[in-house]
Each structure stands twice: as structure tokens, then as C-alpha cells.
């Protein structure tokens, strides 16, 4: 069942590194450009909120850049709870939030 939503990656710990990195060039730019931290630090994901958003994307690239109708996209994302289990939290929590917002950033 994996195979069909997600392909695999790389370890949490490189996956969470990876993510970790590129939020900190994030928040480098914007505060480059000028912004205060304490007007977008809130809006940033979390680690693991951008890990779980990076699988994804790399499941809508496997199929064909399609996004994903919302039982698929439950599926997916429950998939990434099963694979890497330490997510769990941060998946479910990301399913009860709005939609439209989830991947805003």
C-alpha cells in the first residue's frame, strides 16, 4: 500500500534536517528583506508540518502533478502517519485544521 501513495525518501532524522534547513533560510530572507521576527515567526509551518507538506508534494509529483481529491489526499496523509509514525500527531492535527490553509505555506 505504500507504494501506490508515497514514495520513500530518506529517514525521518535527514527528512527533519532537510526541513529544519530550509525554514532557516527562510526565516534568513525574510529577515534580510527587512521583516520583523515577531510579525511572521507564528505563520511559519513547524519541522514536521513542512516534512508532512514535502511528502506530500512528492506524492502530487508521482501522480502526474495532480492534486490530490480529498479522500486520496486523506489517504495519503494517513499513509505518512503509518510510514513514519513519529508524524502522527503533527498528520492528525493537520487534517482537523482548515483545508485551504493547511498548504498555504
Known amino acids: 500500500m505504500s507504494d501506490d501513495y508515497l514514495p520513500r525518501r530518506a529517514s525521518l532524522e535527514v527528512l527533519r534536517a532537510e526541513a529544519a534547513d530550509e525554514l532557516a533560510t527562510v526565516v534568513q530572507e525574510r529577515l534580510l528583506i527587512g521583516e520583523d521576527p515577531w510579525d511572521f515567526m507564528e505563520e511559519l509551518p513547524s519541522v ?3 516534512v508532512v507538506s514535502l511528502l506530500r508534494a512528492d506524492n ?3 501522480d502526474g502533478g495532480r492534486r490530490p481529491t480529498p479522500s486520496r489526499d486523506y489517504r495519503v496523509l494517513r499513509q505518512i502517519a503509518l510510514d513514519y509514525p513519529p508524524l502522527t500527531r503533527t498528520v492528525w492535527r493537520m487534517l482537523d485544521s482548515d483545508p485551504g490553509a493547511r498548504w498555504a505555506s
Open 60 to 62: 502530487i509529483i508521482r
Open 48 to 50: 514536521d508540518e513542512l
